[in-house]
């Protein structure tokens, strides 16, 4: 089953809003979740990486005050898109691996549309 | 150069088709290897990790050669079940237990009957 969640599937918004992307570990204490970011016929790219009780690591060219991340619990990372634009539109996923294991699992997905 | 490269088809195969992917990696640091598989507006799942000795999960082989930096995955009698984009993924080097994951674009192969 599923080990790994994510809310909203997909979201449609106007230009300028925010959004917030949760996504929880069903089965496990996460201390490290990772934010994935796909567009259309892309790769996944990494945008940071969500520490649980501190602050998140950005990967270079993506801007910290308009992806906030919060991992305030072992269960619980959330991604915010602050003033979303056209061009944030994206496939959003997270992940995490369970303690050493090279595993990882990940979120089903969150589609964004920003009008 | 992009982190991790791949042909990004599409294959046309017919079914019962033996078909291989390539993959080239540019960190020489990395240590951890895998495919994954990406179906249409999916999220990635796992295939299978990558070993230097090579290793095999039915109909699907993969080796690695860390020499050239070289990933492949080779698919045996294709099904239409196969018909998905393979994704190579490396980890990314760095801090000591991170599991950040680099993709490659993907090869998307489509099965025909």
């Known amino acids: 089953g599923a080990v790994v969640s994510q809310h909203p599937s997909w979201v449609i918004c106007k230009s300028g809003t925010s959004v917030k992307i949760e996504c929880r570990s069903l089965d496990f204490q996460a201390t490290t979740m990772f934010w994935y970011r796909q567009f259309p016929k892309q790769s996944l790219m990494l945008m940071a990486t969500s520490n649980e009780g501190s602050k998140a690591t950005y990967e270079q060219g993506v801007e910290k005050d308009k992806f906030l991340i919060n991992h305030a619990s072992l269960t619980l990372s959330t991604l915010t898109v602050t003033s979303a634009h056209p061009e944030d539109s994206s496939f959003y996923i997270c992940?995490?691996?369970?303690?050493?294991?090279?595993?990882?699992?990940f979120g089903p997905g969150t589609r964004l549309l920003v009008l | 150069r992009k982190e991790v490269e791949q042909d990004p088809g599409p294959f046309n195969v017919p079914e019962g088709a033996t078909v291989a992917f390539n993959c080239t990696y540019s960190?020489?640091?990395?240590?951890?290897f895998f495919w994954y598989r990406q179906d249409c507006r999916k999220e990635p799942k796992l295939l299978m990790s990558?070993?230097?000795s090579g290793n095999e999960d039915g109909r699907f082989t993969a080796q690695l050669n860390r020499a050239s930096q070289y990933i492949s995955l080779l698919i045996r009698d294709s099904k239409l079940s196969d018909s998905a984009t393979y994704l190579c993924v490396v980890n990314k080097p760095g801090d000591t237990g991170r599991r950040a994951l680099t993709f490659g674009s993907g090869t998307r192969l489509q099965v025909q009957p």
């Open positions: 992940s995490y691996s369970r303690g050493g294991q090279e595993t990882q699992y």
């Open positions: 990558v070993y230097s």
């Open positions: 960190n020489s640091a990395s240590q951890s």
